[in-house]
C-alpha cells in the first residue's frame, strides 16, 4: 500500500515539468499584480465617491462596489472575454477580440474592486470628521485634506483587510485558465491529460500555490510592520 501511495504521489513528475509549471506560475503572478493594480486604483475612486456629499455619486458608487461584490469572480472573467467584445464590436461596427490575458485582468481588477472599495470607505469613515473640518478651518482644501490628514491614517488601518483581499485575489487567479490563459492550472490540465497521472501535478500546483501564498504574506507583514514603524503606514 505504501509502496502504490509513493508511485501516486511520485513528485519526479511534477519536477520533469518544472519549467512549463513555473512559466505558468509566472503567469499567474503577471496577472495578479496588473490585476490588483487596477482594483486599488478603482476601489479608492469607488471608495472615496461611496461618501460623496452628492447624492448620485454616492449611490452610483454603493451601486458599483454592491454589484461587482456579489457577482462571482468566474461570470465576471466570461463576460469580459466573451460578451464585452460582443458589445463594443457592436457599437464600434467591426470586430473586437480582447487576449485571454486582458480579459483576465479586467475581470479580476473589476470584480475585486468592488470588495476593497469597501475597506476603503470603511478606511476613511475611522477617521474622525473632526480632523477634516480641522483642515479645512486651517485653509486647506478638501483634496489637500483628505491627502494629507486623511488617508496616511485610513490606509494603516485598511492594510490588514485589504492584505487578505489580495490574498483572494491571488487564489483567484487559479480560474484564469477557464478563459485559455496559460497559468500553472491550464499547464497542469495539459500535463495531466498527457501523462495520465494527475494526482503528483495537482498536488503539486496546490503545494507551489500554498508556499507562494505564505512567503508574499510574511514578506508584506514584514514591510507592513517596517512601515508602521517609520510611521508611513
Not at 452610483?60 to 457577482?71: G, H, L, S, V
Amino acid at each position: 500500500m505504501f509502496v502504490a501511495l509513493q508511485n501516486v504521489f511520485d513528485p519526479a513528475l511534477f519536477w520533469e515539468y518544472r519549467a512549463v509549471l513555473l512559466t505558468g506560475l509566472l503567469q499567474n503572478i503577471i496577472i495578479f499584480v496588473e490585476s490588483a493594480v487596477l482594483a486599488i486604483l478603482l476601489a479608492f475612486a469607488v471608495g472615496i465617491a461611496s461618501l460623496s456629499r452628492y447624492g448620485a455619486v454616492r449611490w452610483t458608487a454603493i451601486a458599483y462596489a454592491e454589484f461587482y461584490r456579489n457577482t462571482p469572480e468566474y461570470v465576471l472573467l466570461v463576460w469580459v472575454y466573451f460578451v464585452l467584445p460582443l458589445i463594443i464590436g457592436t457599437a464600434l461596427g467591426t470586430k473586437v477580440n480582447l487576449s485571454p490575458h486582458v480579459a483576465a485582468v479586467m475581470g479580476l481588477g473589476v470584480a475585486y474592486s468592488g470588495f476593497l472599495s469597501e475597506t476603503v470607505r470603511a478606511g476613511l469613515r475611522s477617521v474622525s470628521y473632526g480632523q477634516t473640518e480641522s483642515a479645512l478651518s486651517l485653509g486647506m482644501s478638501g483634496f489637500t485634506a483628505l491627502r494629507r490628514i486623511v488617508l496616511p491614517q485610513a490606509v494603516r488601518r485598511m492594510l490588514p483587510e485589504a492584505v487578505n483581499q489580495l490574498v483572494s485575489l491571488f487564489k483567484s487567479t487559479t480560474i484564469v485558465s477557464l478563459i485559455a490563459v496559460q497559468d500553472i492550472m491550464y499547464q497542469v490540465s495539459m500535463i495531466s491529460v498527457a501523462e495520465m497521472r494527475p494526482v503528483p501535478l495537482y498536488t503539486g500546483a496546490a503545494l507551489l500555490y500554498c508556499i507562494v501564498i505564505i512567503l508574499a504574506t510574511q514578506l508584506f507583514q514584514r514591510l507592513t510592520e517596517r512601515w508602521r514603524r517609520r510611521g508611513w503606514a
